[in-house]
């Protein structure tokens, strides 16, 4: 982490904040977040299908929503879109710890959703317009703060929620406020280059773009293996521990693992691939890992070992096995949606690039839940893994095509709508 921020220090304040921003932003959404539904269900006492009905609107209005909030940050400008969406996530969170009606906490989780959606891809596209040709840099600093928010959130979390839930959601509310205040102060205005078009003729421009489609799509695959950090490796080591506070352990430790990881490595692995290779490759090349990742469970999936160490182990390798390749990932694909925008409505194409692949972690966890249980219930319970370890396989596949056919190289996007 020292040699992380030393890295930091070397670029501008904006992009230094926004990093300290994200991870703070991380802290207090993933101190709440994982244990709003025990809240709905045990303490509100909603049944199952209201928790998950909140829980969905709250994905929805994020991940439906990113096309809107990036639209509106190249309009707006990238600092109101920030400030807006952490004021209303602040004002979300207060309403979750108060709210015990259905529809006013359906409210409350679209307005934290929302928020999400108002200033992420506002985030990315001024960290990509202030570190210029730094922008993998740039990146691979800022994953490092976005997985050391994620790995003290919970614990945080853990400590608010034994005392209140609502001390939690009150803690969380700060945490936002304060960065509201922070930023509002203290970020500098930053806009897109170029004349300012209306919405309609901005998304015919991201539409038309075949290039940034074609490797949007591709990459959709990537963000559902990352799920399953959240789903398939989760179920796994819940179906193979020996009580259910056992699995909530080990849970624990795999998210542990996987933030530790990507904290300590992350600087390291992103320079070591940056001086070998270009970008496609590198992209390529972390997808293979993500797909390998789905193969280490495998004697584990189709034969139950003797102990408990022994089937937790895989498990544990297989999620840094994954994380590395969500590592090698992430800067390159970051800063390749910037080259394929053309350097121009740059947050609208980070909104529909998030948009999209939403929608396939959306289908992907449907999918995958389901499977998994009809694969082990037909006595086949290698399918699953197989074939999201194909998945991955399939997605670096595109990537290297997309990369050797020139597809993935900087192409300006004109306001014609031409690519």
């Given at each position: ?19 300290i921003s994200q991870f703070a932003i991380n802290i207090g959404f993933y101190m709440l977040m994982p244990y709003l539904a025990a809240h709905l269900s045990v303490t509100v006492g909603l049944a199952g299908w209201l928790v998950g009905l909140i829980l969905g609107a709250r994905n929805f209005s ?358």
């Amino acid at each position: 982490m020292i040699a992380t921020v030393r890295q930091l220090r070397t670029f501008d304040r904006p992009i230094r904040l926004l990093a300290i921003s994200q991870f703070a932003i991380n802290i207090g959404f993933y101190m709440l977040m994982p244990y709003l539904a025990a809240h709905l269900s045990v303490t509100v006492g909603l049944a199952g299908w209201l928790v998950g009905l909140i829980l969905g609107a709250r994905n929805f209005s994020q991940q439906g929503m990113f096309l809107v909030g990036g639209t509106l940050a190249d309009r707006l400008g990238y600092k109101r879109l920030i400030v807006a969406g952490c004021a209303l996530r602040a004002a979300g969170f207060v309403l979750l710890g108060l709210a015990t009606s259905v529809p006013a906490l359906v409210v409350a989780a679209m307005a934290t959703g929302f928020a999400g959606a108002l200033f992420n891809p506002a985030v990315r596209a001024y960290v990509a317009k202030d570190a210029g040709g730094r922008r993998v840099e740039a990146f691979a600093v800022f994953n490092v703060f976005y997985q050391a928010g994620i790995l003290l959130g919970p614990l945080i979390g853990l400590l608010l929620t034994a005392v209140a839930f609502e001390l939690t959601c009150l803690v969380a509310a700060l945490v936002f406020a304060g960065l509201t205040v922070a930023q509002l102060r203290a970020l500098p205005d930053r806009r897109p280059d170029g004349p300012r078009s209306s919405v309609l003729a901005g998304w015919r421009v991201v539409f038309a773009n075949r290039r940034f489609l074609a490797f949007s799509l591709v990459m959709v695959g990537s963000y559902v293996l990352s799920f399953q950090v959240y789903l398939a490796l989760p179920l796994e080591t819940g179906r193979l521990a020996s009580s259910p506070e056992v699995a909530t352990v080990e849970v624990g430790i795999l998210f542990a693992v996987s933030g530790l990881i990507a904290v300590v490595g992350q600087l390291r692995v992103t320079e070591w691939c940056r001086r070998r290779w270009g970008g496609g490759r590198c992209i390529a090349a972390g997808l293979l890992l993500m797909a390998a990742a789905f193969l280490v469970p495998l004697p584990v999936v189709l034969r139950d070992p003797p102990s408990e160490v022994l089937a937790f182990l895989p498990l544990l390798v297989s999620v840094g096995v994954l994380t590395m390749g969500t590592m090698v990932v992430f800067p390159f694909e970051m800063d390749t949606i910037v080259s394929l925008a053309g350097d121009r409505l740059v947050a609208t194409h980070y909104g529909l690039y998030n948009t999209i692949c939403g929608v396939g972690i959306a289908a992907g966890t449907l999918g995958t839940g389901g499977l998994l249980e009809l694969a082990r219930a037909q006595g086949v319970p290698w399918v699953p893994w197989l074939l999201l370890a194909a998945i991955g396989t399939a997605c670096a596949l595109g990537v290297h095509v997309l990369a050797r056919s020139g597809r993935l190289r900087p192409r300006p996007v004109t306001l014609a709508g031409t690519t």
